[in-house]
């Protein structure tokens, strides 16, 4: 079955702009979490949903970062007033469920702030 | 905060050669997660642990979760050129969903 789709793949934006970034979650898969990776990093949390719960924003790094999730599937990840220092690459995962620890993973969106 | 440290960070191996990697943590995990990430694409789910001591294989991978619930290794049998990438450990966080470690970068020399 299709997995875990992410739009755009790559995204050039200047600084001060703002970016929408979009992730698509594997079908039936309740639970979707945000994640950014820097240039030969781990993997950072940003933010995950779970069904119609609130979602845990406990990750994001300032207010600038916000994400919503529509009818419980697709997820759009925004960042106002972009910096240079977000530059990285933004991964969108799905699980069954939260305590469905086995998360599976988009491929990506890598945004670069010039 | 938790932590999961990988070794090696980095290593080169010859085509055919068989690889181990550890993932250690200071506290204990009940489940054990590796994944690996090829360039410019996202982690691949490889194996799941969930039991103490369990052994689990994925073809030429093969993975287990450590006695001590602290640590986890994952082997790689005979490698070979697209066993190339980075390979992450992770385990449930306290205060995120998954913790990952910053991942063993593998490259093999035909």
């Known amino acids: 079955g299709a997995g875990v789709s992410q739009s755009p793949s790559n995204k050039v934006t200047e600084k001060g702009k703002d970016v929408e970034l979009r992730c698509d979650p594997i079908?039936?898969?309740?639970?979707l979490y945000w994640y950014r990776q820097s240039l030969g990093q781990g993997l950072e949390f940003l933010i995950y949903?779970?069904?119609?719960?609130?979602?845990?924003k406990s990750g994001l790094p300032s207010d600038r970062f916000s994400a919503e999730r529509t009818g419980g599937s697709v997820s759009t990840l925004t960042i106002q007033r972009t910096q240079q220092e977000d530059s990285a690459v933004y991964l969108c995962?799905?699980?069954?469920?939260?305590?469905?620890?086995?998360?599976?993973f988009g491929p990506g969106t890598r945004l670069t702030v010039t | 905060g938790q932590q999961l440290n990988q070794s090696p960070q980095s290593m080169f191996i010859q085509e055919g050669e068989d690889v181990s990697m550890n993932c250690t943590s200071s506290s204990i995990f009940n489940t054990w997660l590796w994944y690996k990430q090829d360039p410019g694409e996202g982690p691949v789910l490889l194996i799941a642990l969930y039991k103490a001591g369990e052994l689990t294989s994925n073809g030429r991978l093969t993975a287990q979760f450590g006695t001590t619930r602290k640590d986890s290794f994952l082997n790689i049998s005979a490698s070979i050129p697209s066993d190339v990438g980075i390979y992450f450990c992770a385990g449930p966080g306290r205060n995120t969903p998954l913790v990952f470690g910053k991942g063993t970068r593998l490259s093999v020399i035909a």
């Open positions: 949903f779970q069904g119609n719960s609130a979602p845990d």
């Open positions: 079908s039936g898969h309740t639970a």
């Open positions: 995962a799905s699980s069954l469920g939260y305590r469905s620890y086995e998360q599976y």
